[in-house]
């Protein structure tokens, strides 16, 4: 079902920040966007994600229109933004444990928390985790259940070298599993796992 967009704009104030945005992903399909900063590719995750409506245009992502407040919606559709954080007072374990509770899966933990550079850490609050560490915590959270739409901005921040590796692993695996990805990056390998680039031109 994927991602679906139809001359699709988003303005800010007075300000276009595109317009006319046509674009389809497919199940197994990356999309990645790049730009300059300022250029629009959080505010369209954001309305990829229902969290706001474009201005202009038709949007549709996991055969409906994008609602963040609908939990069917939110079940199909998992999201790292650039507001996503850690529960502070969780451990990594517990985020684990939350997630399958939630979504009535097996999940090996162990395994995950391994994989992810985290097993050392796995019993610590979240909180009191290094930036990387969190954010392979987050990214974990947001792959270690089912998913039909997976969005990322930017998921190679704050990531060493190996926790990038890591992560363009969880994309391959995604779209492997039949995931339709919106990733905005700045990291090429990143950009060589996706069918096709979306370049926001920003400011004239
Ligand atoms: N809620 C808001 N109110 C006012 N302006 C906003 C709002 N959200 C975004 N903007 C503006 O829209 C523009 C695009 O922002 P956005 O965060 O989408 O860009 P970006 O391409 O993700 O940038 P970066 O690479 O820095 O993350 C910026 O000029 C920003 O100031």
Same mark, same amino acid.
């Given at each position: 079902?994927?991602?679906?967009?139809?001359?699709?704009?988003?303005?800010?104030?007075?300000?276009?920040?595109?317009?006319?945005?046509?674009?389809?992903?497919?199940?197994?399909?990356?999309?990645?966007?790049?730009?300059?900063?300022?250029?629009?590719?959080?505010?369209?995750?954001?309305?990829?994600?229902?969290?706001?409506?474009?201005?202009? &245009?038709?949007? =549709?992502? $996991? *055969?409906?229109?994008?609602?963040?407040? #609908?939990?069917?919606? +939110? %079940? @199909?559709?998992?999201? !790292?933004?650039?507001?996503?954080?850690?529960?502070?007072?969780?451990?990594?374990?517990?985020?684990?444990?939350?997630?399958?509770?939630?979504?009535?899966?097996?999940?090996?933990?162990?395994?995950?928390?391994?994989?992810? &550079?985290?097993? =050392?850490? $796995? *019993?610590?609050?979240?909180?009191?985790? #290094?930036?990387?560490? +969190? %954010? @392979?915590?987050?990214? !974990?959270?947001?792959?270690?259940?089912?998913?039909?739409?997976?969005?990322?901005?930017?998921?190679?921040?704050?990531?060493?070298?190996?926790?990038?590796?890591?992560?363009?692993?969880?994309?391959?695996?995604?779209?492997?599993?039949?995931?339709?990805?919106?990733?905005?990056?700045?990291?090429?390998?990143?950009?060589?796992?996706?069918?096709?680039?979306?370049? !926001?031109?920003?400011?004239?």
């Amino acid at each position: 079902m994927g991602i679906i967009t139809e001359s699709m704009g988003i303005r800010v104030g007075r300000q276009w920040l595109f317009r006319g945005l046509d674009c389809a992903v497919g199940p197994g399909e990356c999309l990645a966007l790049v730009g300059p900063n300022g250029s629009g590719k959080s505010s369209l995750l954001r309305v990829l994600y229902g969290m706001q409506a474009p201005t202009e &245009g038709r949007v =549709e992502v $996991a *055969g409906q229109i994008p609602d963040e407040r #609908s939990v069917a919606f +939110r %079940r @199909r559709v998992s999201v !790292l933004l650039d507001d996503s954080d850690v529960f502070a007072e969780l451990t990594p374990e517990q985020h684990i444990e939350l997630l399958a509770g939630s979504f009535g899966t097996e999940t090996d933990g162990a395994r995950l928390l391994a994989e992810a &550079g985290l097993g =050392e850490r $796995a *019993g610590v609050a979240a909180g009191s985790l #290094s930036a990387g560490q +969190r %954010r @392979r915590l987050m990214l !974990l959270g947001a792959t270690a259940r089912p998913f039909e739409v997976l969005l990322l901005d930017e998921p190679e921040r704050a990531l060493d070298a190996d926790g990038r590796d890591w992560l363009a692993g969880l994309v391959r695996r995604a779209k492997e599993d039949g995931a339709a990805i919106v990733l905005a990056t700045h990291h090429q390998p990143l950009l060589e796992t996706a069918e096709s680039v979306i370049t !926001l031109p920003g400011a004239e």
